[in-house]
């Protein structure tokens, strides 16, 4: 292989814990003050995870296959639950500063 496209690869998989595992965090902890980025970094890790842990109860319980398809959205749902869920919650603190 060549080194270009093992960064590629490496880059690729670190995305793909990260970003569900930040949206997570921020649906957990929707305010800056909640974390300052080292603890952030730390729990989107462990968040992150949960995409393949969904997966995998999926195939065993479910014996829902593992594909390119059913890894991606997985990804993609947990990315958007977490994405919705911080809206959600950064609306509600706005409206509870308000009062």
């Known amino acids: ?43 989107s890790i462990v968040l992150g995870l949960t995409s393949p842990f969904l997966l995998y109860f999926g195939d065993k319980n479910l014996s829902m296959p593992i594909t390119a398809f059913t890894s991606t959205a997985a990804v993609v749902l947990v990315s958007l639950i977490g994405l919705v869920l911080w809206q959600v919650r950064a609306r509600m603190g706005k409206k509870d500063n308000e009062d």
Do not use: C, Q, Y
């Open 1 to 43: 292989m060549e080194l270009i496209t093992i960064g590629i690869t490496a880059i690729s998989m670190i995305l793909i814990v990260m970003v569900p595992g930040v949206f997570l965090s921020l649906a957990i902890f929707p305010k800056k003050k909640d974390l300052d980025i080292v603890e952030r970094l730390g729990i």
